[in-house]
T-cell receptor, first 112, second 113 residues
Framework: EDKVVQSPLSLVVHEGDTVTLNCSYE??????LLWYKQEKKAPTFLFML????IEKKSGRLSSILDKKELFSILNITATQTGDSAIYLC????????????FGQGTILTVHP | DVKVTQSSRYLVKRTGEKVFLECVQD?????MFWYRQDPGLGLRLIYF???????EKGDIPEGYSVSREKKERFSLILESASTNQTSMYLC????????????FGPGTRLLVL
């Protein structure tokens, strides 16, 4: 059975802090790992990672994948209150039609 | 922009009622998915469909059924709602070959009394 585990489950920081969110996985026939941000609405896509060691960046957010150790991290530097959200990690694997297995999510709260 | 819409943002139903949740996407995607989201459990796949009239069970299909009569529309049906089906329901769609990227609707928060 495919499994994705995120840590920590929740995190409270102050503006300007740097945070690292973790995602480990056990998936058959790994295809890709995805990060989503969810505020009080639909999850929005952040990154898709398919290869080890290649960092993806978008502004203050970056992410990297380690396919040997089966994990990914999402870094957010100089956090802002607008970064407060649930961050979801998901892995596409198996033989089905783009089926994703999600982790529990990390609830990030950024205080001013 | 891809648009995935869901028929209701909030819904209150009574135990035993039949509940229909509708999802429509406007990008001609082959694949559509229904998830439920609960605190501490993340998103769990209920059912998905890879073509019209085709469906596959996800991880937690018990108590649910689905219908896909048209490519753009994917319906989730709770045959007899129970209180443990109180949850946030999210629909998503994805084109074939997009290597896992899914586009989500805004969600329906269902309360079963």
């Amino acid at each position: 059975e495919d499994k994705v585990v995120q840590s920590p489950l929740s995190l409270v920081v102050h503006e300007g802090d740097t945070v690292t969110l973790n995602c480990s996985y056990e998936v058959t026939n790994f295809r890709s790992l995805l990060w989503y941000k969810q505020e009080k609405k639909a999850p929005t896509f952040l990154f898709m990672l398919t290869s080890s060691g290649i960092e993806k960046k978008s502004g203050r957010l970056s992410s990297i994948l380690d396919k040997k150790e089966l994990f990914s991290i999402l870094n957010i530097t100089a956090t802002q209150t607008g970064d407060s959200a649930i961050y979801l990690c998901a892995v596409a694997g198996g033989t089905s039609y783009g089926k994703l297995t999600f982790g529990q999510g990390t609830i990030l709260t950024v205080h001013p | 922009d891809v648009k995935v819409t869901q028929s209701s943002r909030y819904l209150v139903k009574r135990t035993g009622e039949k509940v229909f949740l509708e999802c429509v996407q406007d990008m001609d995607h082959e694949n559509m998915f229904w998830y439920r989201q609960d605190p501490g459990l993340g998103l769990r796949l209920i059912y998905f469909s890879y073509d019209v009239k085709m469906k596959e069970k996800g991880d937690i299909p018990e108590g649910y059924s689905v219908s896909r009569e048209k490519k753009e529309r994917f319906s989730l049906i709770l045959e007899s709602a129970s209180t443990n089906q109180t949850s946030m329901y999210l629909c998503a769609s994805r084109p074939t070959g997009a290597r896992g990227t899914q586009y989500f609707g805004p969600g329906t928060r269902l309360l079963v009394l």
